[in-house]
């Protein structure tokens, strides 16, 4: 059974200071890895999607890197602001399944 | 196009009444899942279709049931609420290997 852990559960920054987070995952057969955000009382929103054959996925600010032999995965924001202010969540895509991480919670101080 | 929608927003349940969950996305997408998350915890997986008339077991499915009698919705049904099933419910359908979130129905069960 995959297993996705998350570190750290909470985070709590200075505006501008770049942002790394964390996912680790036991089973390295996986179709892709998605990183989400979620706001208090809302829905996911779509980050970032890796594919299995994939290093690396960019967006604006934010970078994710995907090792696969190792099981790991870390999202990059750079140069947080306040409103980057949510839970980010990661979730492993196996058989057509997401098996998700608890999230690291995320502050960024103005 | 609406996406992924899911109705009530909120529902408060005494023990042993039932209700159902209704998902509809306008995607065409074959797959759809049902979602719980509670705090401090990952979404986890209820139950899921891989298309219409179809339904599977997902990591955490007792006490619920689905039905996918239209490629468009996706029905979760509490047939005898408990107290354990106080919590948000997510529904997504998929796209290839990408998954989309309706925004979540918040549960309380007395």
């Known amino acids: 059974k995959q297993e996705v852990t998350q570190i750290p559960a909470a985070l709590s920054v200075p505006e501008g200071e770049n942002l790394v987070l964390n996912c680790s995952f036991t089973d390295s057969a996986i179709y892709n890895l998605q990183w989400f955000r979620q706001d208090p009382g809302k829905g996911l929103t779509s980050l970032l999607l890796?594919?299995?054959?994939?290093r690396e996925q960019t967006s604006g600010r934010l970078n994710a890197s995907l090792d696969k032999s190792s099981g790991r995965s870390t999202l990059y924001i750079a140069a947080s602001q306040p409103g980057d202010s949510a839970t980010y969540l990661c979730?492993?895509?196996?058989?057509?399944?997401?098996?998700f991480g608890a999230g690291t919670t995320v502050t960024v101080r103005a | 196009n609406a996406g992924v929608t899911q109705t009530p927003k909120f529902r408060v349940l005494k023990t042993g009444q039932s209700m159902t969950l209704l998902c509809a996305q306008d995607m065409n997408h074959e797959y759809m899942y049902w979602y719980r998350q509670d705090p401090g915890m990952g979404l986890r997986l209820i139950h899921y279709s891989v298309g219409e008339g179809t339904t599977a077991k997902g990591e955490v499915p007792d006490g619920y049931n689905v039905s996918r009698l239209k490629k468009q919705n996706f029905l979760l049904g509490l047939e005898s609420a408990a107290p354990s099933q106080t919590s948000v419910y997510f529904c997504?359908?998929?796209?290839?290997?990408?998954?989309?979130f309706g925004p979540g129905t918040r549960l309380t069960v007395l």
């Open positions: 890796i594919q299995s054959s994939q």
């Open positions: 997504a359908s998929q796209r290839g290997n990408e998954q989309f």
């Open positions: 979730a492993v895509v196996s058989d057509y399944k997401l098996s």
